[in-house]
């Protein structure tokens, strides 16, 4: 049996990062709602 989650930097900011949440509008969003949570890190 062979692990599941192999991490890829690459690969997690291009799904996850910073850009691409800025794109979209759901993207835009989130970040608004983790920056008025307090968040450390807004995306990856």
Do not use: C, D, N
Not at 11 to 23: C, D, E, I, P, Y
């Amino acid at each position: 049996m062979s692990f599941t989650y192999k991490p890829k930097k690459r690969k997690r900011a291009k799904t996850h990062g910073f850009l691409v949440r800025s794109k979209s509008s759901t993207g835009r969003r989130v970040l608004k709602r983790r920056r008025t949570k307090g968040r450390k890190k807004i995306a990856v």
